[in-house]
Every structure is written in structure tokens, then in C-alpha cells.
């Protein structure tokens, strides 16, 4: 009974112990408005819409994105290019395409379907408004990332942004 | 007319330095409370490796006096079954108790002001350790009847779990104290402290010494042994229907409890101001020995989980109650034979 005694309270400055050893360590936490996370590359944030080298749009509007969608918060109205002056590289381009930030569930099962890597999400987290409005994502929305569109994509089909 | 005023009030200045030391006691006593709260969810959280509360002021200070604030400015609930009179007596109890408990503990050594000995306690009583015990176990009734006015479940058993945790460690508590006064022969705290002026009572009573400290946890209701506030059984224990200032005040109570306990176990234990390596400023030197000490409390705090309500009652009666007796025994035989 003595050695159990002694072993329990062996056993309790252990914890003491750890929990000292916890004070002096350094605390894990990130101040978060001051202090911002970086993100890890494959994080799905917001959608994003890319150009190609010469600043056309990348989507051709086949609606892939939209047809995956688990949500169907993916709403793509496609329209024929004028040779001329074309939208993008393809026959056709998306005329209007609109995400509902609301309703995604940021699976990146669009950015997986896109035959062109058109639709990207990035490490862009913070999403919070007061106004339900502003979460329809339009094409202006989201076509503004980043200056200059240069994106390679590796052998996982994952974006990624070249000279920057 | 000044001149008859002061003619009256000669034979009383006893009388006005009582009640200015009563009002600076009781004063610093509650503006260590925001202090205390603030220092516990700070280290809290450093044991927890994390910061704890940072966003209110420099370090978090202001904290305490915005979480006071709205407690203050809340709504003022009793619900319609609850015992008016004894919801309203039972924090006035507690807090009432605590405060009056510190007015017997002594914190330096006397110093003279204007021809008066001025001493740094509230009174010298010549039986200060029974007078501790028996305001501080006073306490219990404010959380039992807390319990028993809420005329809710959770309550009542917070209560009454509270009742047998008290009369349980009060016995270790005692007994272990009873040690202290056997080897230094005095009821008195001032007394017990000058008898320590060689080396503090911790070191030959070190039994005693732990004992003591685990029952004055289980006495303050501090985890690991905050059964009657079990909040993954009882919601919150005794003060479930309390809100506001009101609950402040149990809170207030249990700090300002957990500081006389420190300054109890400082007395009796670690020898009050006697700094026995240099530095010796007696107040200060017995401010920092009760800061570590609600160091440890906080420590204890952050480590252990809550012990299971039978567990409790064994560890009190079969463990810490023979272990006490035992020491006291010892003590006592000592003096006896050896000492005398």
C-alpha cells in the first residue's frame, strides 16, 4: 500500500511536471487579426478565375464546374467568342458565371473538373460580410486574382503561381 | 470645537486605527480579487500553452474590470420558486465570512505611529488560528443555503456535496494545524510566525505541511477538488441560479478564500515574513510567499482532473484523516519526550 502511495504521488509531480514544462514552452496561439496564418498551398479558399499568358479568360464555358458542383452553387450561361475579339481561347466563353459563396462547401471538385484550370481556389480565407448580397461571386469578383496570371500545373492537377 | 472633538476621541484612537486598518484590509482584500482572476486565467492559459486573455489593455489587465463591469450591469434573475430572503442572504454570507476571516491574520510586524504600536493585522487574537477555522468553516453555510434557497436540483446537490466536502478536510485541516500549535505552543498567529524566526515550520513538518496544503484546496473548493461546482454534472454547482453580482460575489468569496488559505499556509508553514535569505522587507517578503502560493493553487488548478465524489470521501477520511492523526501524534510525542 505504501509503494502505491508513493507510486501516485510520483505520478502526480509527473503531471505537475508536464504542465510546468507547458508553461514555459511557447504558446501555440496566432493573434489572429494582427497575426495572419499562411495558408498551406492546397488550401481551398475562395474561387478564383484565371487568365492565360496573353490575358484572355481561361473558362470556356462548358459548364463542367457547374454540372460537379455537389451544391449547384455554380451558375454558368456560356456564349459563342466573335473570332475577332475573342474572350478566350476556345469557341465559346462564360458570359455570365456566378459562384454562391454561401452555398459552397469549398470542395474543389470544380477546380478538379475544369478541363482549362479556369476555376481556382486559393489561400484566401477570410470570407466574413454582414450583407448576404455580397456572397454572389460574379465574373468581376472573380476574376481579379493574381496580376500577372501565370500559373503552371503539376501532375496532381494543382495550380500554381509562376513568377511572382 | 476641533478641540473638543479631539478631546473626545483621545481615549479611542485605538478605536479609528482599528477601523482604518479594517477598511485598507478589506479594500486591498477585494481589489486583489480582479488581480487574481486575472493572474489565474493568465497562467491558466500559459500551462495550457496558449496566452489567455490579451485584448483588453496591456496584458489583458483591463480584463477583470470589463468582465466586473458586466457583471455588474446584468440582470438581476431570481426565479419565482427560489427563497427570496436566503438567495439573497447566502453570497452576503460568503463574502462577509471570507473577508472577516483575514481581519485575524497578521502580515508584518508591528510598527509604532504617533506614540500608537500600529500591527499589520486586523486583530492580535490570542486564539487566532481557532477564530480562522471558525469563520472560514462559516462559509459553508452561505454555499449550503445558496444550494438549499435555489430550490433547484443541481443546487441543492452542489450544496450538500459541499457540506460533506467541508466537514470532511476540516478535520485534516485542523489536525494538521493542531501540529503547528503543539510545536510552537501558541494559538496565537503572531506567535506562531516569531516561533519560525530559525527556520520555517515546513521544513520538520513537511507531512503536516502537505496535508495541510491538500485540505485547504478541498476547504477552498479549488480543483481538483471542485465538486460542489462540478459543471459536467451539476451546471454550475450551488450558484446554478445565480447571475450577475450576485454570482460575482460567490467568485469573490472563493478567491478571497483561496488568498487566506495561501496566507494561512504562509503563517503557519513557511513562516510568515521571515525572508530567511536576505531581502528582508516582512511585507513584501509575505506578499510573495502568498503569490507563489496562488501560483501552486493555479498550478494545481491546471493539472489534476476533478477527483470522483466517492474517491473524495476516501481520500479525506481513510487517507488524509489517519495520515494527520498520526502526524499529530508524532508531533505531541515529541514534545513530550524530547522537546520538554
Not at chain 2, 500559459?46 to 446584468?74: M, S
Not at chain 2, 485575524?104 to 505611529?113: H, Q
Not at chain 2, 513538518?205 to 479549488?222: C, M, Y
Request: hydrophobic share 50%.
Amino acid at each position: 500500500m505504501i509503494k502505491a502511495v508513493f507510486l501516485g504521488a510520483y505520478n502526480l509531480l509527473v503531471g505537475l511536471g508536464v504542465t510546468f514544462k507547458n508553461m514555459l514552452s511557447k504558446p501555440v496561439t496566432i493573434c489572429y487579426p494582427e497575426q495572419k496564418r499562411v495558408m498551406p498551398e492546397r488550401f481551398r479558399g475562395r474561387h478564383f478565375l484565371t487568365r492565360d499568358e496573353d490575358g484572355l479568360e481561361r473558362c470556356i464555358g462548358c459548364s463542367l464546374c457547374s454540372i460537379n458542383c455537389p451544391v449547384n452553387c455554380i451558375h454558368v450561361v456560356s456564349a459563342e467568342n466573335d473570332p475577332n475579339n475573342p474572350v478566350s481561347k476556345g469557341e465559346r466563353y462564360a458570359e455570365v458565371y456566378e459562384i454562391n459563396l454561401l452555398r459552397c462547401i469549398y470542395c474543389g471538385y470544380c477546380e478538379e473538373a475544369c478541363p482549362v484550370d479556369a476555376v481556382i481556389l486559393r489561400e484566401h480565407y477570410e470570407l466574413a460580410d454582414y450583407d448576404r448580397n455580397t456572397y454572389i461571386a460574379t465574373k468581376e469578383d472573380l476574376l481579379v486574382y493574381p496580376e500577372p496570371n501565370q500559373f503552371t500545373v503539376n501532375f496532381l492537377g494543382n495550380t500554381k503561381i509562376v513568377n511572382k | 470645537m476641533i478641540d473638543g472633538i479631539l478631546n473626545f476621541l483621545d481615549p479611542y484612537w485605538w478605536l479609528i486605527i482599528g477601523v482604518v486598518k479594517a477598511v485598507i484590509i478589506a479594500v486591498a482584500l477585494l481589489s486583489m480579487v480582479p488581480f487574481l482572476v486575472w493572474l489565474e486565467r493568465r497562467l491558466m492559459g500559459r500551462f495550457q500553452v496558449r496566452l489567455g486573455p490579451n485584448r483588453v489593455g496591456p496584458f489583458g489587465l483591463g480584463q477583470p474590470f470589463a468582465d466586473t463591469i458586466k457583471l455588474l450591469f446584468k440582470e438581476n434573475i431570481v426565479q419565482s420558486s427560489a427563497d427570496k430572503f436566503l438567495f439573497y442572504l447566502a453570497p452576503a454570507i460568503v463574502v462577509f465570512a471570507a473577508i472577516v476571516t483575514f481581519a485575524a491574520i497578521p502580515f508584518g510586524e508591528p510598527f509604532e505611529v504617533g506614540g500608537e504600536m500600529v500591527g499589520l493585522w486586523g486583530a492580535n487574537l490570542n486564539i487566532g488560528i481557532l477564530f480562522v477555522f471558525a469563520i472560514s468553516s462559516m462559509g459553508i453555510y452561505g454555499i449550503v443555503i445558496a444550494g438549499f434557497s435555489s430550490n433547484n436540483k443541481y443546487s441543492l446537490m452542489g450544496g450538500l456535496r459541499s457540506s460533506a466536502q467541508m466537514i470532511s478536510y476540516e478535520l485534516t485541516l485542523g489536525l494538521t494545524a493542531l501540529s503547528v500549535v503543539i510545536m510552537s505552543g501558541s494559538l496565537n498567529l503572531y506567535d506562531i510566525v516569531k516561533d519560525q524566526s530559525d527556520w520555517p515550520n515546513a521544513i520538520p513538518l513537511f507531512p503536516a505541511f502537505v496535508l495541510f496544503f491538500i485540505a485547504g484546496v478541498a476547504e477552498t473548493n479549488r480543483a481538483p477538488f471542485d465538486l460542489p461546482e462540478a459543471e459536467q454534472e451539476l451546471v454550475a454547482g450551488f450558484f446554478t441560479e445565480y447571475s450577475g453580482m450576485k454570482f460575482a460575489m460567490f467568485f469573490m468569496g472563493e478567491y478571497v478564500n483561496m488568498i487566506t488559505m495561501s496566507a494561512l499556509v504562509t503563517i503557519l508553514f513557511l513562516g510568515g515574513w521571515h525572508s530567511y535569505i536576505g531581502l528582508d522587507i516582512p511585507i513584501l517578503v509575505f506578499a510573495f510567499k502568498v503569490f507563489l502560493l496562488l501560483c501552486v493553487f493555479i498550478w494545481l488548478r491546471s493539472t489534476f482532473p476533478r477527483i470522483r465524489y466517492d474517491r473524495l470521501m476516501v481520500f479525506g477520511w481513510k487517507f488524509l484523516l489517519p495520515l494527520s492523526l498520526v502526524n499529530m501524534l508524532v508531533c505531541s510525542a515529541y514534545k513530550v519526550l524530547w522537546a520538554a
